[in-house]
């Protein structure tokens, strides 16, 4: 497991598989000291989601409202087409 990007305001890290599998937040004192080197941007919302992702049947709801600027990495990763 690595860490992928971080939210001091949440207390929260996005932590994945080296193959961005397996998203899910932890708390930051908890996450792998271990960051990734590089994920794109479409990747790493794409985890977000999954990490913050509730499933009801076959509906996906958020737990909370995504705010990109609260993260370190998707904050700063420019959005490639």
């Not at 860490?3 to 908890?30: C, G, I, K, M, Q």
């Not at 941007?41 to 600027?69: E, F, S």
């Amino acid at each position: 497991m690595l860490t992928f990007d971080r939210n001091a305001t949440l207390n929260l890290a996005l932590v994945a598989e080296f193959d961005f599998s397996r998203a899910h937040y932890e708390p930051l004192d908890e996450a792998p000291a271990t960051t990734a080197p590089y994920a794109p941007r479409a990747y790493l919302r794409q985890m977000h989601a999954v990490a913050n992702g509730v499933i009801c049947g076959v509906v996906a709801n958020q737990r909370v409202t995504l705010v990109p600027a609260q993260w370190e990495r998707l904050s700063s990763v420019p959005f490639q087409k």
